[in-house]
T-cell receptor, first 111, second 115 residues
């Protein structure tokens, strides 16, 4: 079993929809949680970063962490075609430990 | 603008050839990483370096070597390339002095094809 599980999709939604992307993990030591967005043939870019449990909002994006369930989510409101990309979750125990990545969910927002 | 750059961006080579991929960064970060990305497998860590004198193997280091020439430069070598090393390769950096110590910043990638 992988340490981080992420549904690969593809997920196809109409423009304006609310998108929910999720990851589950097994390592209870993880404390730092990140979401990266990767456009085709580009490098991953950091989208959101959260520490421990709770919510964090940045514009149309909300990151949510539930450590008791070992479950993290990224919500995208009013989705746009420009949001079409692969979204990678990543997490670490902190203190200079390496990141563990999910395999990514491919999202397509259609007009 | 502070950035992570990789050269070359695309490379096609033949089995048995030696290949070097280069990474440079202007972020001033001490930590640098090399990953490969394959469909369905996600990002896998090849090597990482926490400073110029520190080199560590990642989960898939066999067949690869690295050199940290300076704080800003980290090179990945394939001593004798084989077809299953065909992948997208990414360099990344991180800064241990910030609160988000493990957040990494990625370069644009090198698409390597080994025939």
């Amino acid at each position: 079993q992988k340490e981080v599980e992420q549904d690969p999709g593809p997920l196809s939604v109409p423009e304006g929809a609310i998108v929910s992307l999720n990851c589950t993990y097994s390592n209870s030591a993880f404390q730092y949680f990140m979401w990266y967005r990767q456009y085709s043939r580009k490098g991953p870019e950091l989208l959101m970063y959260t520490y421990s449990s709770g919510n964090k909002e940045d514009g149309r994006f909300t990151a949510q962490v539930d450590k008791s369930s070992k479950y993290i989510s990224l919500f995208i409101r009013d989705s746009q075609p420009s949001d079409s990309a692969t979204y990678l979750c990543a997490m670490s125990a902190g203190g200079g430990n390496k990141l563990t990545f999910g395999t990514g969910t491919q999202l397509k927002v259609e007009l | 603008d502070a950035d992570v750059t990789q050269t070359p961006r695309n490379r096609i080579t033949k089995t048995g050839k030696r290949i070097m991929l280069e990474c440079s960064q202007t972020k001033g970060h001490d930590r640098m990483y090399w990953y490969r990305q394959d469909p369905g497998l996600g990002l896998r860590l090849i090597y990482y370096s926490f400073d110029v004198k520190d080199i560590n193997k990642g989960e898939i280091s066999d067949g690869y070597s690295v050199s940290r020439q300076a704080q800003a430069k980290f090179s990945l070598s394939l001593e004798s390339a084989i077809p299953n090393q065909t992948a997208l390769y990414f360099c990344a950096t991180s800064d241990p002095s910030t609160p988000s110590t493990d957040t990494q910043y990625f370069g644009p990638g090198t698409r390597l094809t080994v025939l």
